[in-house]
């Protein structure tokens, strides 16, 4: 999970008024989300699955059928990672047992503090123990139109399928739909305004999702300009949130505005794939994005360079490419036109159609420099 993501927290306890308290305790702060309270053990271990939760929090004196240690139990069988804290009393004291499935231990009476604190620390906990299973979120970007951004976005998608990572490409051209366009979806295949308004959970996501011939799962832009402006921040923030715990690779195609809701998504990625061409305009809204994003707070290293038709340089030096960027980009791919287009003019990747291409070899080696080299599968093996 990033950083600037909300924590998911999933409260199991049975007294009305201690459910209250805490609700209340959270109300007023943005690091944690209390996604839902249940009061039943059982009904609780059955929605874990599908709501997703990055942390739970158990009453130690849970009533009822099932009790707080049986949840604990029960999680750990059906293979569960979340960390869960034990709520209880300083009458019946409670040892955190990350072995037997306790990962911290909150005490009544507890402050706000108290428990934004602990939360926090078992998440941190959870995520240095996750290491590189950590989902890793990339914006390709670019500062002007026509640089290939979208093909880009999907054949880099695609070639992290073919290296094991299960995959999502986000259209975040909500305006414009540049994915639509380039795959020939259907007008009336389903996108983010397919989503509920109140809680989304993995079963929606399934059924809203296109399953793309690649093999690759697409969260598609509205069908119509207009309804962009239905598309808000908040749904964009909750559902790239979900995606994360679900996908190992969450690869969003951008506009170019750099709009509110464009800024939502730079924050909340570890990467900014940013693609540049051999074209004067291109270079130089570079450098005044690349004023911007140092203005906003982003690091250096967030940041990299795709020099994308890298064998097409129009009379202009790599090293003044080079020079203008501040550093040597990171990456190049060359443009091989007759494969990118004959691919593109049939809605398919080029590293599916022509995987044997200089070109579908450069975004293999983009891939793997990104997300890491991961387990080779079949396109489409889940």
Do not use: C
Not at 111 to 136: C, F, L, M, P
Not at 186 to 206: G, Q, W, Y
């Amino acid at each position: 999970m990033a950083a600037s993501d909300q924590i998911r927290l999933l409260f199991i306890e049975d007294v009305p008024q201690v459910a209250q308290y805490v609700r209340g305790l959270l109300a007023s702060q943005t690091q944690i989300k209390l996604i839902d309270v249940i009061s039943d053990g059982g009904k609780a271990v059955l929605q874990v699955p599908e709501i997703r939760p990055d942390v739970i929090i158990i009453d130690a004196l849970l009533q009822g059928r099932v009790k707080a240690d049986q949840v604990v139990s029960r999680l750990r069988e059906i293979g569960g990672t979340i960390p869960v804290i034990m709520l209880t009393v300083p009458q019946q004291p409670v040892e955190p047992d990350p072995e037997h499935g306790i990962h911290g231990v909150l005490s009544m009476p507890f402050s706000g503090y108290d428990i934004i604190t602990r939360v926090n620390q078992v998440v941190k906990d959870q995520e240095a123990g996750a290491g590189s299973a950590r989902s890793h979120a990339v914006a390709v970007f670019a500062p002007k139109g026509g640089v290939g951004r979208t093909t880009i976005a999907f054949n880099l998608s695609v070639a992290a399928a073919r290296q094991g990572h299960r995959t999502v490409l986000v259209d975040g051209s909500i305006q414009f739909a540049d994915l639509r366009a380039l795959l020939r979806v259907p007008a009336d295949a389903p996108s983010i305004l397919d989503l509920p308004t109140d809680r989304v959970v993995e079963s929606d996501l399934a059924e809203v999702l296109w399953r793309d011939p690649s093999g690759i799962d697409i969260l598609l832009a509205p069908p119509r300009i207009e309804m962009a402006e239905m598309v808000t921040t908040r749904d964009v923030e909750k559902v790239l949130s979900l995606l994360r715990r679900l996908y190992d690779a969450v690869i969003i195609d951008m506009s170019v505005a750099l709009d509110e809701l464009n800024l939502v998504l730079l924050d909340r990625v570890e990467t900014i794939l940013e693609i540049v061409t051999y074209d004067s305009t291109t270079i130089h809204n570079t450098i005044a994005l690349a004023d911007t994003f140092r203005a906003i707070g982003y690091p250096a290293s967030k940041v990299q360079y795709l020099v994308n038709r890298a064998d097409a340089n129009g009379g202009i030096a790599p090293a003044d490419l080079e020079k203008a960027l501040g550093r040597v980009p990171e990456h190049v791919v060359r443009s091989e036109g007759a494969v990118v287009v004959a691919a593109n003019n049939q809605g398919v990747p080029f590293v599916l159609s022509d995987p044997g291409a200089g070109v579908s070899g450069d975004i293999d080696r983009v891939a793997a420099s990104l997300l890491g080299v991961g387990r080779a599968v079949a396109v489409g093996a889940r």
